[in-house]
């Protein structure tokens, strides 16, 4: 018998499949995650005592997941036993007492009192994120969507992560998938919640819970580089883990479930401004191109080499004395990146030490302020005509090719 959600010794895989795994607090990738709490095939139910509808019941919550043997640790994933994670709750159906359900007003239309031991895991999560969507909360894109469009997949520009890129060569992000976007009136949807769980140090417990179905849904989490966001799925109040395959397993009603979190790992990004200063300007000498070279590092594998997450040029072309800026966006946060002026114009000369700033990258929400790396240039007296253009090649699948970059047009401050 099928019975996902139960903490247990094993994560079940495929059809019944079962391969050996043990439990661990926040390590592993969202692929290890607890199984869907079943309710109870209506098949089984009169091998089974009755649930005592006197009796409340109570839900605990922890951090912990189920990872396969052998998997490598992320440490990223421990951050989150130290986050604050609200936990909220719906009933979406009642329970007789001979544990048969029936769902509430907005939900009958899941047909819960149809539910057999036909379910499987992948029955469970499309009926969770259907209960998810009648109430208009947001849920996480499915696995198979959320990879679409990552390198490799012959959309998009072509990824060429470890290769020193030629000027012009937009590398993309290996990245996991992106952050959720919440609604504005999130809010309003939360209230209507029958309970809040609130998980400190990685447990939250909730008590007096009246019997029935519940939708698990968890409001995304954001640490320094990553949101995380959590599948939504449906537990069984009271619970029964009975297993007949299972030698010693007991026939039981248990008031008192404890369960664990769904969660992927999303990257959040943070952008870059490039600050150039012109002091001074030679008019005869036309129009002055500067050339800025932006390479991103990061530490995906937490191996301690950083690998490219992100390499890019531009150009900023002045017509007279001034400031000018460029935005680069769209940086893995976190990332170490290393801003390069790799021209200077023809006849302009870099103040300070060296035409190199290195910066780290946030998301411009977790501390207020843009990364701004900045530059001053002077006319160093040359009489040197030059100029220059900068092409960014992208790839579609099926071969590459190229555009030509303009420059900001103009001088003076903007």
């Known amino acids: 018998m099928h019975n996902p959600g139960k903490e247990k010794s094993c994560a079940e895989t495929g059809e019944g499949m079962e391969m050996g795994c043990r439990k661990r607090g926040w390590l592993g990738a969202v692929l290890a995650a607890v199984c869907l709490v079943a309710a109870l095939p209506r098949t089984d139910i009169l091998a089974r005592e009755q649930i005592d509808q006197g009796r409340e019941c109570s839900l605990t919550v922890k951090t912990e997941i189920l990872v396969q043997d052998g998997e490598e640790e992320n440490p990223d994933w421990v951050e989150l036993d130290e986050a604050e994670i609200q936990v909220y709750l719906?009933?979406?159906a009642e329970v007789n007492n001979y544990g048969e359900y029936?769902?509430?007003?907005?939900?009958e239309g899941l047909e819960l009192e149809k539910i057999d031991s036909s379910m499987k895991a992948d029955d469970w999560r499309e009926m969770a994120r259907e209960a998810a969507g009648i109430l208009g909360l947001p849920i996480p894109p499915k696995a198979e969507d959320a990879?679409?469009?990552k390198p490799g997949d012959g959309n998009g520009q072509a990824g060429n992560v470890g290769q020193q890129p030629e000027y012009g060569q937009l590398m993309e992000n290996p990245d996991a998938s992106e952050g959720m976007e919440l609604p504005g009136d999130l809010p309003d949807k939360l209230a209507g919640a029958d309970a809040v769980i609130t998980l400190h140090n990685g447990s939250g417990l909730a008590q007096g819970l009246e019997q029935g179905m519940y939708l698990v849904w968890v409001m995304p989490v954001e640490t320094d580089s990553y949101q995380y966001t959590f599948l939504p799925y449906l537990v069984s109040l009271p619970n029964n883990s009975y297993d007949a395959s299972v030698s010693g397993s007991v026939d039981e009603w248990e008031y008192e479930t404890t369960v664990g979190l769904k969660p992927r790992q999303n990257m959040l990004y943070g952008g870059l401004r490039i600050?150039?200063?012109?002091?001074?300007?030679?008019?005869?000498?036309?129009?002055?191109?500067f050339v800025f070279?932006?390479?991103a590092r990061k530490d995906l594998d937490h191996d301690g080499e950083k690998e490219i997450v992100y390499?890019?040029?531009?150009?900023?072309?002045?017509?007279?004395?001034?400031?000018?800026e460029a935005v680069i966006e769209h940086i893995p946060a976190g990332s170490q990146v290393t801003v390069e002026e790799v021209y200077s114009g023809s006849a302009y000369t870099i103040q300070g030490d060296s035409n190199i700033r290195q910066i780290t990258v946030w998301p411009k929400d977790n501390t207020g302020?843009?990364?701004?790396?900045?530059?001053?240039?002077?006319?160093?007296?040359?009489?040197?005509?030059?100029?220059?253009?900068?092409?960014?090649f992208s790839h579609d699948g099926t071969g590459w090719s190229g555009?030509?970059?303009?420059?900001?047009?103009?001088?003076?401050?903007?």
Do not use: C, H, Q, W
Not at 369 to 392: H, L, M, Q, S
């Open 293 to 295: 070279r932006i390479e």
């Open 275 to 289: 600050s150039k200063t012109l002091n001074n300007y030679n008019e005869a000498l036309g129009e002055a191109m």
């Open 403 to 414: 555009s030509r970059v303009e420059g900001n047009e103009g001088g003076g401050d903007e």
């Open 90 to 92: 719906y009933r979406v």
């Open 369 to 392: 302020k843009e990364a701004v790396a900045e530059f001053t240039n002077d006319y160093d007296g040359r009489v040197t005509y030059g100029t220059g253009a900068i092409n960014r």
């Open 147 to 149: 990879d679409a469009g």
């Open 102 to 107: 029936t769902g509430t007003e907005d939900f």
């Open 311 to 324: 390499s890019n040029v531009v150009g900023l072309e002045f017509n007279a004395p001034g400031r000018k």
